[in-house]
């Protein structure tokens, strides 16, 4: 093949990659199916617990960012925009999500509970209210008789800077029943107000239960090479998504928290939870998140139970499958969060373009079942704190699957909602081999699909 030949066709593989990542979230598009788990009386119910504040017929959630605010020469309708620039500090506040005009909440919910609507709902995010900011990782330390050592300081400056933050989640904590918190982790090539449609519509989806976080970190430089600057930029963000989850583990009023990542998240996530885990068993103590979490001669705590980790989601993860194992297994990083739920599919086609791109094996979230060695289904199988669900849906984009199909989105509800294990009533999934769970697209649908 030819020099110039190569170039385009590394050209039309990074487009296409561009576009099953992004397209779905980036076009104007009409509000997520109802999961069969919110149809009818079900759906009633839990929207009935929804708190008197969140029933708007907008969507809030929280985020937090570590993008640079874009440059305009206007100024944004929206408020405060955000590119994909890398800030050294974390911005944090509300962004609303629009589902269009004149929408009224008893017939969003009605719509909400059963398959055919009213009326059509677009989201889009309408306003970005910046709250604070926190983080500066550099200004924890200082240099000393020529060595590197944590500001006397530096925990009692973080804990100022945290102040505003943790009114505004106490506020939040403070009018719903369940003080618990879903952070949301996007992935490739996501410009800032993707990952805020995604987790405000599956928020709604699931009932407003508990506070939504999203964590958007500075990816969507687009271009040929922009895989490889959101790749950098996934490695930048670590830092600040571990302080952000050390700030929600000793937040008093936080029982539990969920971790939800997608796609190049996943390995944002897994990453900051592997050097966390590292700290919180005392192997760098010389860190000031390590010091967070106890003394060394302090009873030690498992790395779930530091962090109020209750289960970490790894949705479609674009992770090798050989650095999977290395570090979940060889690091006991398994040990990281109370449940770990991981969903795949072999019809997932951005994931194989990823496979394309680094020459992987595998990557874990386009595993077919014969890919994994029996050994290793012995391993999942004796692990029951770890689930591998194959998601076998079809009918929607196959890299979004989770949040965009409702047998998907139902198990994941049911999962947040319930805590209840795979293969149990409320999760009946199939076990098409030992140490694997599946789905198709009957999951979880009712009999009468719409019916009141």
Same mark, same amino acid.
């Given at each position: 093949?030819? /020099?110039?030949?190569?170039?385009?066709?590394?050209?039309?593989?990074?487009?296409?990659?561009?576009?099953?990542?992004?397209?779905?979230?980036?076009?104007?598009?009409?509000?997520?199916?109802?999961?069969?788990?919110?149809?009818?009386? %079900?759906?009633?119910?839990?929207?009935?617990?929804?708190?008197?504040?969140?029933?708007?017929?907008?969507?809030?959630?929280? /985020?937090? %960012?570590?993008?640079?605010?874009?440059?305009?020469?206007?100024?944004?309708?929206?408020?405060?925009?955000?590119?994909?620039?890398?800030?050294?500090?974390?911005?944090?506040?509300?962004?609303?999500?629009?589902?269009?005009?004149?929408?009224? !909440?008893?017939?969003?919910?009605?719509?909400?509970?059963?398959?055919?609507?009213?009326?059509?709902?677009? +989201? @889009?995010?309408?306003?970005?209210?910046?709250?604070?900011?926190?983080g500066n990782a550099l200004l924890f330390y200082e240099a000393a008789e020529g060595r590197l050592r944590v500001r006397a300081d530096a925990i009692e400056t973080h804990?100022?800077?945290?102040?505003?933050?943790?009114?505004?989640?106490?506020? !939040?904590?403070?009018?719903?029943?369940?003080?618990?918190?879903?952070? /949301?982790?996007?992935?490739?090539?996501?410009?800032?107000?993707?990952?805020?449609?995604?987790?405000?519509?599956?928020?709604?989806?699931?009932?407003?239960?508990?506070?939504?976080?999203?964590?958007?970190?500075?990816?969507?430089?687009?271009?040929?090479?922009?895989?490889?600057?959101?790749?950098?930029?996934?490695?930048?963000?670590?830092?600040?998504?571990?302080?952000?989850?050390?700030?929600?583990?000793?937040? +008093?009023?936080?029982?539990?928290?969920?971790?939800?990542?997608?796609?190049?998240?996943?390995?944002?996530?897994?990453?900051?939870?592997?050097?966390?885990?590292?700290?919180?068993?005392?192997?760098?103590?010389?860190?000031?998140?390590?010091?967070?979490?106890?003394?060394?001669?302090?009873?030690?705590?498992?790395?779930?139970?530091?962090?109020?980790?209750?289960?970490?989601?790894?949705?479609?993860?674009?992770?090798?499958?050989?650095?999977?194992?290395?570090?979940?297994?060889?690091?006991?990083?398994?040990?990281?969060?109370?449940?770990?739920?991981?969903?795949?599919?072999?019809?997932?086609?951005?994931?194989?373009?990823?496979? !394309?791109? /680094? @020459?992987?094996?595998?990557?874990?979230?386009?595993?077919?079942?014969?890919?994994?060695? +029996?050994?290793?289904?012995?391993?999942?199988?004796?692990?029951?704190?770890?689930?591998?669900?194959?998601?076998?849906?079809?009918?929607?984009? $196959?890299?979004?699957?989770?949040?965009?199909?409702?047998?998907?989105? $139902?198990?994941?509800?049911?999962?947040?909602?319930?805590?209840?294990?795979?293969?149990?009533?409320?999760? +009946?999934?199939?076990?098409?081999?030992?140490?694997?769970?599946?789905?198709?697209?009957?999951?979880?649908?009712?009999?009468?699909?719409?019916?009141?």
């Amino acid at each position: 093949m030819s /020099f110039s030949r190569c170039i385009r066709s590394v050209g039309v593989h990074f487009f296409a990659f561009g576009l099953l990542l992004v397209f779905p979230a980036g076009c104007q598009r009409t509000l997520i199916a109802t999961p069969y788990a919110m149809y009818g009386d %079900t759906g009633r119910e839990t929207f009935e617990r929804t708190p008197e504040a969140l029933r708007t017929p907008e969507i809030p959630v929280i /985020f937090v %960012t570590d993008r640079l605010e874009a440059k305009s020469d206007e100024p944004d309708p929206r408020g405060v925009w955000y590119g994909y620039g890398r800030d050294l500090w974390m911005s944090y506040g509300v962004a609303r999500v629009g589902l269009g005009k004149n929408v009224e !909440w008893a017939t969003l919910v009605d719509d909400s509970t059963r398959a055919a609507r009213s009326r059509s709902y677009t +989201p @889009k995010v309408v306003q970005v209210e910046p709250k604070g900011r926190f983080g500066n990782a550099l200004l924890f330390y200082e240099a000393a008789e020529g060595r590197l050592r944590v500001r006397a300081d530096a925990i009692e400056t973080h804990e100022r800077e945290l102040e505003g933050f943790n009114a505004l989640l106490s506020e !939040w904590l403070g009018r719903t029943h369940r003080k618990e918190v879903v952070v /949301f982790v996007h992935g490739f090539n996501n410009r800032f107000e993707h990952g805020i449609l995604r987790l405000a519509e599956a928020w709604h989806m699931a009932g407003r239960i508990g506070v939504p976080i999203v964590y958007t970190w500075p990816a969507g430089s687009g271009g040929i090479k922009g895989y490889a600057y959101d790749r950098e930029s996934g490695e930048f963000t670590v830092v600040h998504l571990k302080l952000l989850l050390a700030a929600l583990a000793v937040h +008093p009023a936080v029982e539990k928290v969920h971790l939800v990542a997608h796609s190049r998240g996943t390995d944002v996530a897994v990453t900051a939870l592997r050097e966390l885990h590292a700290e919180i068993r005392g192997a760098t103590r010389n860190s000031m998140l390590g010091s967070r979490f106890g003394k060394p001669d302090a009873d030690p705590m498992t790395t779930y139970e530091a962090l109020r980790l209750s289960t970490l989601v790894l949705a479609a993860p674009d992770m090798d499958l050989d650095v999977f194992a290395q570090r979940f297994f060889g690091e006991n990083l398994f040990r990281a969060a109370e449940r770990i739920v991981i969903y795949f599919s072999d019809k997932d086609e951005a994931i194989g373009l990823a496979d !394309w791109l /680094f @020459k992987s094996r595998r990557r874990i979230g386009a595993m077919r079942i014969e890919d994994f060695k +029996p050994e290793s289904l012995e391993l999942f199988g004796a692990t029951p704190s770890i689930e591998l669900i194959e998601c076998g849906v079809t009918g929607v984009n $196959s890299h979004s699957y989770l949040v965009e199909h409702p047998a998907a989105l $139902s198990d994941l509800i049911v999962l947040l909602r319930t805590g209840a294990p795979a293969g149990s009533a409320e999760r +009946p999934l199939t076990r098409p081999v030992k140490g694997i769970w599946g789905m198709d697209n009957s999951y979880l649908k009712p009999a009468e699909p719409g019916a009141e």
